[in-house]
C-alpha cells in the first residue's frame, strides 16, 4: 500500500471523506448531532495534518530541570568569616588517592562503612571536607554525591526533639532539632553539598545565605582578614588549616603568638611524606631576627615532646627551615608520611574504638 493509501485509509478511519476534487472534508457517518463547532474542529484538524505527515512524530526528551543558581564552588566561599577560630581545608579525594595506607591507619576500613551507615552516605565518595569551628558551634562541609531523601530521613532519626524543617529556595532543605541538650543543624544544597552543624545554630543559616548570593556584603572566610593575607602567603595543598586570633587571646611559642593575629598550615603528599609549610601572621621586626629565633625555639619544644616523639616530628627526613619579613614569618619543612600516621593511630585509637561501636548500634 503506497504512502497515500495509506493516509487516506487513516483519514476515512478518523471520519474524513474525499472530494471531488482530490481533497478531503469530514464525514459525520450519519450523526445528525454534530455541530456546526464540532466539524469547525475537525477542519482544524485536517488542516494541521499535512504539516505534521501522517507519521508519529518522535518522542522529544524532557526539558531541563531549571538551574538551582547557587554558588558551591569553592566550598570555601560557604564559610562565613565571623566568629571563625580555626578552619581545615581537605580535598578529601585526592588525599585518599595519595594517602591511601596510611589513612587506614587512622580510620580503618569497617569504621568509614560504619560513618557512611551512620550519616546515610559513602564517605569514600567525597570530594572535599571543610571544617570550621565557631566557638561552640562547629559547622562541616561536603562535597559528595549522595541521597537528599536518605540522608534527611537517617537525620531526622537521630534527633531527639525540637525538630524543625523548612524548604529555603530552590534545591536547599535545612534541618535543626536536637540530640539530647546539643542543637544539629543539615542543610543539603543541591546537586552534591551538605552541610552539618553541631551546637548553637547561625553559621549554618549563613552557608545557605552565602550559596543564594544573599550576603552581599558580607565576606567568606578565605576572602576576610587576617585569613585573606595569611591564605596569600601559604602554598596551595591538600590539606590546609588556619587559626585566627580574636582580641589576642593566644597565648605561649615563647612569646610569639601574643603578637600574631592568624597562623596557618600547608601539607602536600610527596613520595611517602609531606611537605610542609607553616605561616604566622603579625607585626614583627624588620629583619624578625628575635621572632626567627622565638620560633626555632617552640619548634625545638614541639619535636621533644611526647607528640613529637611518637609522630616523627623529632626525626625529619629533613630539617625544618625558617625564615621571614616584618609581616610574616614562615616555616617548612618534610614529614614521614608513615611516622605521623601511626603516632596519630596510636594517640587516636582508644577514642576511635569507642566511637564506632556506638555508630554501630
Sequence with gaps: MTLQRKCIARWHCAGFRGTLDGGYEPCFLGDPLLTVQRRSFLHS?????????????????????????????????LLPAGGLDLLVLIRWGEVHRALGPQLQLLLPPDGLDALSQYLGFE???????????????????????????????QFRERLT???????????????TGRIGETPRGLATLLPDVL??????????????AFAQGKLKKAHPALAAEPLRTTAAHLEDGPLRLFFSSHEASWKGAHGLLERAVAAAFSLRPSQGNLVLQGVLLGAWDNPPKEALQRLALTVQDVQSSPL???????????????????????????????????GLRDMTRASM?????RLRQ
Design 195 to 208: 552541610a552539618f552543624e553541631v551546637g548553637p545554630t547561625g553559621p549554618l543559616k549563613a552557608v545557605v
Design 308 to 342: 613529637g616523639r611518637l609522630t616523627g616530628l623529632d626525626k625529619p627526613p629533613e630539617p625544618f627551615r625558617m625564615e621571614g619579613d616584618e609581616e610574616v614569618l614562615r616555616l617548612s619543612g618534610v614529614i614521614s608520611a608513615d611516622k605521623l600516621a601511626r
Design 123 to 153: 564517605l569514600r565518595q567525597a570530594e572535599e571536607i571543610l571544617v570550621g569551628s565557631y566557638g561552640a558551634t562547629t559547622l562541616y562541609l561536603l562535597r559528595v554525591p549522595y541521597d537528599p531523601l536518605r540522608v534527611e530521613r
Design 45 to 77: 484538524i485536517l488542516i494541521h495534518l499535512p504539516l505534521v505527515g501522517c507519521s508519529t512524530p518522535a518522542p522529544q526528551p524532557p526539558p531541563s530541570p531549571p538551574p538551582l543558581g547557587l554558588h558551591l564552588d569553592p566550598l570555601s566561599d
Design 161 to 175: 526533639h525540637d525538630l524543625q524543617r523548612s524548604n529555603d529556595g530552590p534545591g536547599v532543605v535545612r534541618v
Design 353 to 357: 574504638d569507642e566511637l564506632f561501636p
